[in-house]
């Protein structure tokens, strides 16, 4: 299958983790961004082997479109793009801790409705995503979206950061994979566990 190219609109330490790691996999990936000639964008993308440009931009050029902007930004931004992201692959990594419901889902929904939406990389810090290994154990990724072709792409894009994909239903479920969002802030926070700390779903044959 050839692999999918990517968009990352936003550049903030998520969008550069994820891109730095997919570029790595060999995935070509642009970040779309409001001002894609910012100097030290242009030196991170340079050494990584990503492209830049406008959001609208990167998300044409792409069959894969990661927001991962702050969630607080996502009621402006998601009208502006809805033309560019419909028929696309959509991974929302945003929380909007602040909102009414931490993912933006519903949202994406109103204003593409051909989008194909998944709440992933939202879970965790971008430590685990850079480092997936836990003392010899790969963690998990937690994540919400329709079964399908897009799974299978979403899957391989979690798998080329190290993480094992975990699928917990359709984008319906994207309350249960926030719910991971505050057990991870209680862990790594409240209880001292510090940001290094994942998640690992165990089973046994029945």
């Given amino acids: 299958m ?24 060999g995935y070509r990936v642009t970040f ?18 990503a492209g830049r440009d406008t959001i609208n931009g990167a998300i044409a050029a792409a069959d894969v479109v990661l927001l991962a902007i ?35 889902i519903a949202l994406i929904s109103e204003h593409a409705p051909a989008a194909r939406i998944y709440r992933a990389f939202n879970s965790l810090g971008w430590e685990n995503f850079a480092d997936a290994d836990y003392q010899g154990v790969n963690g998990d990724m937690l994540y919400a979206g329709p079964a399908g072709p897009g799974q299978e792409t979403v899957e391989e894009l979690i798998g080329a950061t190290g993480l094992r994909p975990v699928r917990v239903g359709d984008a319906t479920k994207a309350g249960i994979v926030d719910d991971f969002v505050k057990l991870w802030f209680t862990l790594a926070f409240e209880q001292g566990l510090g940001r290094g700390v994942g998640f690992k779903i165990l089973t046994r044959d029945i």
């Avoid at 779309?32 to 082997?49: E, K, Q, W």
């Avoid at 702050?70 to 602040?98: F, L, R, Y």
């Fill in 2 to 25: 050839t692999q999918p190219t990517l968009a990352v609109i936003g550049a903030g330490i998520i969008g550069r983790t994820l891109a730095r790691r997919w570029t790595e996999a």
């Fill in 32 to 49: 779309g961004v409001r001002s894609p000639d910012d100097a030290d964008l242009t030196a991170y993308a340079n050494r990584i082997g």
């Fill in 70 to 104: 702050n969630g607080a930004a996502m009621d402006q931004a998601v009208p502006a793009m809805s033309a560019a992201i419909e028929n696309k692959i959509v991974i929302d990594a945003t929380n909007n801790t602040g909102g009414a419901t931490m993912n933006s």
